[in-house]
């Protein structure tokens, strides 16, 4: 498969052989209406109808699952039926490999089928597909009028195969054309370096089955480079399409001590449930920066809001997707499965942040900056100068290699940037932290 046509957080994968209703009600609760015959006669007539005179053949098993398609297509955007194939496409892809282009797509409020966001490393983020461009034709073929399952199909292909996408990038009025090779994608969903001496840097891709394991294997080679104990952290959530309720948990459980990480309410007793930390704060209370933009979604959103209303780390960027719901993945007897809508998760603070997204504390642009040219006025620096004192105080970068390497890192990635002055100023605040 070669996207995540999907922004789910599934608590559980209820694994039963077959789903069975009730015929009785619970306990002092109602009995369910009974159903509306008038209706489902209705729709066996239009079966019937549609195998009489169809132009060509239908089968009955086709017209059934088209059927379940457009009943739980219609409820939400993210609420699906899962053939075999798509079934097992999703288990793949919380795994973390799978063969692909690498992006994760979502059906925009018109129906459009928009980017949410490439993955990192992948042929599309290779390409420069960016988040939030339109998908308007997939090798020639529109993608107008089609759900998120029949887009993902026409992406899916055999490994090395080519793929012509027609993309609509947001806010232009002028597609453009990339073509891209599947690749065997390996989703390496947390990875981190040092931005300088004590300031790591932590990306979080996507939340699948390792990445809890991913992130603390990332923040203990982070304190091993460093020498010591960080000062201060940026985790990097930007484009992060989300993925399984439980690893956001266990993520924010990483840099959280104690506190509610998420609540979600629905209307069947099983799915309503609270997630809380547990001691242990790997970063040991130092300044934490999470990066956000809006291609960051669902899962993802679940951490921001964790550590946000917790107070425990300082959010930064643009707001956030504000996809607040989960869904239940429940297998079928014949292999397939559906994809239900089944609550509304919430932040500490009892905030749904469905439709509405993260409100980042510092809102910063994703600015580009040229790099200056040397006779723009900016000066010669003391650090420039031949035989200046050295600074003494510790660290990797000094003199002109720090200036130049400030000035790279804002014209590269300008909200990392800004992330970074924004945890030395919190650092400046705990002076025994510093260094």
């Given at each position: 498969m070669n996207t995540r046509a999907f922004l789910y957080m599934s608590s559980v994968f209820l694994l039963s052989s077959a789903v069975a209703f009730a015929a009785d009600s619970p306990a002092g609760k109602p009995a369910a209406k009974p159903l509306p015959w008038d209706e489902v006669r209705q729709l066996a007539d239009v079966m019937q109808l549609v195998k009489e005179q169809y132009v060509e053949p239908v089968d009955d098993k086709t017209l059934?699952?088209?059927?379940?398609?457009?009943?739980?297509?219609?409820?939400?955007p993210h609420s699906d039926f899962l053939d075999r194939s798509a079934f097992q496409d999703m288990q793949d892809l919380t795994?973390?490999?799978?063969?692909?282009?690498?992006?994760?797509i979502a059906e925009d409020d018109d129906g459009s089928i928009v980017v949410v966001s490439p993955i990192d490393g992948s042929p599309a983020a290779k390409a420069g597909v960016q988040a939030g461009d339109q998908i308007l034709k997939v090798n020639g073929t529109a993608t107008d009028g089609l759900s998120l399952d029949q887009a993902s199909e026409l992406l899916r292909g055999k490994l090395g195969t080519p793929v012509t996408l027609t993309l609509l990038p947001e806010d232009s009025d002028k597609p453009y054309t990339v073509k891209l090779v599947r690749e065997e994608v390996h989703v390496a969903s947390a990875r981190g370096e040092l931005l300088e001496k004590g300031y790591g840097y932590l990306r979080v891709s996507d939340f699948g089955d390792d990445t809890a394991a991913g992130v603390v294997k990332a923040m203990r080679e982070l304190v091993k480079k460093n020498g010591?104990?960080?000062?201060?952290?940026?985790l990097d959530l930007r484009n992060n399409p989300g993925g399984l309720l439980d690893a956001a948990v266990a993520v924010s459980?990483?840099?959280?001590?104690?506190?509610?990480?998420?609540?979600?309410?629905?209307?069947?007793?099983?799915?309503?449930?609270?997630?809380?930390?547990?001691?242990?704060d790997l970063l040991d209370g130092a300044p934490l920066v999470v990066l956000v933009n809006e291609g960051t979604a669902s899962a993802?959103?679940?951490?921001?809001?964790?550590l946000k209303d917790n107070h425990r780390a300082l959010i930064l960027g643009t707001q956030t997707f504000g996809k607040g719901s989960v869904q239940t993945v429940i297998p079928l007897p014949q292999g397939d499965a559906i994809k239900l809508t089944t609550a509304l998760y919430y932040t500490p603070s009892g905030r749904s942040i469905q439709a509405q997204g993260i409100t980042p504390d510092v809102v910063v642009e994703d600015l580009q900056l040229a790099d200056a040219a040397p006779d723009d006025g900016g000066g010669l620096k003391e650090a420039e100068l031949s035989g200046h004192l050295a600074n003494s105080a510790p660290g990797p970068v000094t003199g002109a290699d720090a200036v130049k390497a400030a000035?790279?890192?804002?014209?590269?990635?300008?909200?990392?940037?800004?992330?970074?002055?924004m945890l030395k100023g919190l650092v400046a605040l705990l002076p025994h932290r510093a260094g």
């Open positions: 059934l699952k088209n059927a379940i398609r457009g009943m739980l297509g219609n409820l939400d795994s973390g490999e799978y063969n692909g282009i690498g992006i994760d010591g104990s960080l000062a201060g952290l940026v459980d990483v840099f959280l001590d104690s506190g509610v990480i998420v609540t979600a309410r629905g209307r069947a007793p099983d799915a309503n449930l609270s997630r809380r930390a547990t001691p242990g993802a959103e679940i951490v921001a809001g964790a000035d790279d890192l804002a014209t590269k990635d300008f909200q990392l940037y800004q992330a970074l002055n």
